[in-house]
């Protein structure tokens, strides 16, 4: 809690808001202390709705209103608050300054405006209700003909993330400008399922996935930085799980600056950090250096008929290579050595330690010393 003369503001679990009392009117040091404390509280409460109750005082400087658009607005922007509300008399003489305030503050906020501390908690509970619930969206196949649109739109969304935690940084960049380069997103498309997100029948973003067997690869996911906070990244990700019952890996990579991303696959999507990719721990497949200061993230979903059904396709294969790979091909003995050694043989393996798998399957690839005798021949 911090108080003084002019300010009260507060932490409320029970609303999960962070009240600010103005006590009366303040400029300058005054005015700016308060407000950086009730910044410190809204960074430390993920979501916590900002509530400021201007009763008593609202009028700025203008060089404390300056202050707020230049520091305290970007700052505010980087915490997960989402919900602002202002408590006003019912008949005010500041109403006219609140809306042009709030018209800059509802460029990245929801505003809310009533005559109490009450009110506005139920309003807010309300509308992030509407904001978690999943959106009305579609995944339609990516177009030919939108194809570069697509490209420009990711590069965008990944600008902005950048630009929002660092300004402009050139040596965080893939290319001229752009955080994410052309051919990153252009192989991604070529090497995988691209769709794009549609709200209302405009484009709000894209999503391209790469899938085998049982496993599958979030290549790339993106809104428009317009219609961030409103659930659309969230719908699309059900809708590509739904589309995908034969998966129960999934694995995805973000940037360790894009805390929107992290905070949207830890606590939204289930993801967990599994690994972190940087100088003294590189990924052994990137030849490019893109996934340096990468994390990488992994979500494990419960066994469905349909991923056993994709186990057995990918048994029976490795099943085949064996029987070939006894001729000592060092081809099929490479294939089936990355197999042994991989996180789905090991799937496959507790699969039919479990029971899950035909009796009549031939597995003889799942003999830990039949495929490793091979393998030392």
Not at 301 to 307: D, I, K, R
Request: aromatic letters at 12%; a negative charge.
């Amino acid at each position: 809690m911090f108080e003084s003369e002019f300010a009260r503001t507060e932490y409320i679990a029970k609303g999960n808001a962070v009240l600010h009392v103005w006590k009366k009117e303040a400029h300058y040091d005054d005015y700016r202390e308060p407000v950086i404390a009730s910044l410190e509280m809204l960074r430390r409460h993920s979501g916590s709705i900002f509530i400021v109750d201007a009763r008593n005082s609202f009028e700025d400087a203008p060089e404390d209103a300056e202050w707020v658009s230049r520091f305290f607005l970007p700052e505010l922007k980087k915490t997960e608050c989402r919900i602002w509300g202002f408590i006003l008399p019912d008949i005010s003489e500041i109403e006219g300054e609140t809306d042009l305030r709030a018209a800059e503050i509802e460029k990245s906020f929801t505003v809310i405006r009533a005559g109490s501390y009450e009110d506005i908690i139920s309003q807010a509970q309300e509308s992030l209700l509407k904001q978690h619930s999943p959106a009305a969206i579609q995944l339609l196949p990516l177009e030919a003909s939108d194809r570069e649109q697509f490209i420009r739109d990711n590069q965008d969304a990944f600008n902005y993330g950048a630009l929002e935690e660092f300004g402009q940084r050139d040596d965080r960049f893939e290319e001229d400008g752009e955080i994410i380069s052309y051919d990153t997103v252009s192989r991604a498309i070529d090497n995988g399922t691209a769709y794009r997100i549609m709200q209302d029948g405009k484009p709000v973003g894209g999503v391209v996935v790469r899938t085998e067997y049982d496993h599958g690869e979030l290549e790339l996911l993106f809104v428009s930085p317009a219609v961030h906070s409103k659930g659309i990244g969230y719908a699309a990700w059900q809708r590509i799980e739904d589309m995908h019952p034969e998966v129960t890996v999934w694995e995805t990579v973000t940037p360790y600056f894009e805390k929107r991303n992290i905070h949207f696959y830890i606590n939204r999507c289930g993801f967990q950090i599994v690994e972190f990719f940087n100088s003294h721990h590189i990924d052994p497949n990137d030849e490019d250096g893109e996934m340096s200061e990468m994390f990488r993230f992994e979500k494990i979903l419960p066994a469905t008929p349909e991923s056993v059904q994709e186990q057995i396709k990918r048994i029976t294969y490795y099943e085949n290579i064996m029987e070939q790979a006894a001729d000592g091909s060092p081809e099929l003995l490479r294939m089936l050595s990355d197999y042994y050694s991989s996180a789905a043989w090991k799937r496959d393996f507790a699969a039919d330690e479990a029971g899950s798998l035909p009796t009549d399957l031939k597995r003889g690839v799942l003999s830990e010393d039949g495929i490793y005798n091979l393998l030392e021949e």
